[in-house]
């Protein structure tokens, strides 16, 4: 088969781009190595930053987030029991978006299923081909059936264990990598939020997150281990190990029940560049990790895809390769600073088993300072919210 534009992964960055495309009258494949019911069975980001938010109604793919997602105004950090909030009014005058992903994915699903879009699922064998000459294409098997795609450009939004990214080779590719020492085990749990904001924990015992789907969906986070594994925290040691990370008074509030969703996601900070050669573009996870910490891997996957599905729609329809040159340089310029805020934010945030006292008090140091410092809060709030596209 032909097609303008392959796409390798059917999740949120293949999907927005393919939408976004789509509707500039780009023809697309979408090459998802999984079942459509597996995608949308992952639980991950649940904050949309204002310019995901835009993209998403741009897709045509925002009307149930504007009727069920939540606005967020400003969100809680705590250091034990004293807390502090950062207005993102006042700071960034804009709010951020509780939307999850899943239901993000589910919506542009149904988005590309109304333009007919062609999706593909349970691809295996996918591999990329010719991605240096001007002819690249896509082989793959589908339910045992050899296929080819034949394309003018491949997108590889294919995650941080694709097959995209090593498909640039070793001596063209720079990597940049931070593994941190602990992990995040998330709970989701049929519970009303145990606050109307998330609270950003920091505590001796190790970081804590109270976020949320709906006001009847909550999603908790405490730092563990790298070693634990999930069976080592039944519901009950997980609830009473997030009291104890929460100021009492939210902690005595808490409404606890069993986990629906249960699992450990260690933390990284990771770039590829460039994020193109050839014909070939990356995209989101397959270029780039950060630690959830700033809530900014889903967003920036929307960061690549504003960037790339511009530039895609001048080349495939006016024949204006500016935007593709100019692809990778534009678009790490935002992720390496979503990387920064991202390592800053977890590395105020985290209890590190080999920081000294002197480390450790940096942490409580920068604390006071955002506690007491209207323009520090505001500096995070401009981040958290998202920078410019
Ligand atoms: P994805 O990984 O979502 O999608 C890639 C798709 O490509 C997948 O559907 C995969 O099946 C497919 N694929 C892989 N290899 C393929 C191949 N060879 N051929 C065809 N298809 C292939 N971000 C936050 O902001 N907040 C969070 O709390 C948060 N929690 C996370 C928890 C976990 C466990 C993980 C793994 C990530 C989390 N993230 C979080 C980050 C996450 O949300 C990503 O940033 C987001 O999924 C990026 O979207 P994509 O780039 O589309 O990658
Ligand atoms: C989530 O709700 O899953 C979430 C929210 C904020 C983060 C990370 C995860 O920083």
């Given amino acids: 088969m032909r097609t303008q534009v392959a796409i390798i992964g059917g999740g949120p960055a293949g999907l927005l781009l393919s939408q976004l495309l789509n509707l500039a009258g780009v023809e697309t494949v979408v090459i998802e190595r999984k079942s459509r019911d597996y995608v949308l069975s992952r639980i991950r980001a649940g904050v949309l930053e204002w310019g995901t938010v835009e993209l998403l109604r741009q897709a045509r793919a925002g009307d149930r987030m504007d009727r069920e997602g939540i606005l967020h105004g400003g969100c809680l950090m705590s250091d034990g029991d004293r807390v502090f909030r950062i207005d993102f009014h006042q700071g960034a005058g804009r709010p951020v978006m509780v939307y999850g992903q899943t239901e993000v994915t589910r919506d542009l699903y149904a988005a590309q299923d109304a333009l007919g879009a062609t999706i593909l699922h349970e691809c295996e064998d996918v591999a990329l081909h010719d991605l240096d000459g001007e002819a690249p294409f896509v082989t793959l098997t589908r339910h045992g059936q050899p296929l080819r795609v034949d394309c003018a450009y491949v997108a590889g939004c294919d995650g941080f264990h694709g097959v995209s990214r090593p498909a ?222």
Wanted: glycine fraction near 6%.
């Fill in 168 to 389: 640039i080779p070793a001596s063209v590719r720079r990597e940049f990598e931070k593994v941190y020492p602990f992990g995040w085990l998330g709970v989701l749990s049929a519970t009303p939020p145990v606050s109307d904001e998330l609270i950003y924990a920091r505590h001796d015992r190790g970081f804590a997150l109270a976020s949320m789907r709906s006001p009847v969906l909550s999603r908790y986070y405490i730092q563990v281990p790298l070693t634990d594994r999930v069976e080592d925290w039944p519901d009950d040691r997980f609830w009473a190990e997030l009291k104890r990370r929460l100021p009492a008074d939210v902690a005595a509030r808490l409404v606890t029940g069993p986990a629906i969703e249960k699992s450990i996601a260690p933390l990284r900070s990771f770039v590829c560049e460039p994020m193109r050669w050839g014909r070939l573009f990356l995209c989101g996870d397959a270029a780039h990790i950060v630690p959830p910490t700033g809530a900014k891997g889903l967003n920036l996957a929307a960061s690549d895809v504003h960037y790339l599905s511009r530039a895609l729609i001048a080349a495939c329809t006016r024949g204006d390769l500016a935007g593709i040159d100019r692809y990778s340089a534009e678009a790490l310029a935002r992720v390496w600073k979503a990387m920064r805020f991202s390592w800053q934010l977890t590395m105020l945030l985290h209890r590190f088993p080999d920081h000294s006292p002197y480390e450790r008090g940096m942490q409580e140091a920068e604390l006071d300072w955002l506690r007491n410092s209207p323009i520090a809060r505001a500096a995070l709030a401009e981040n958290y919210t998202g920078l410019p596209f």
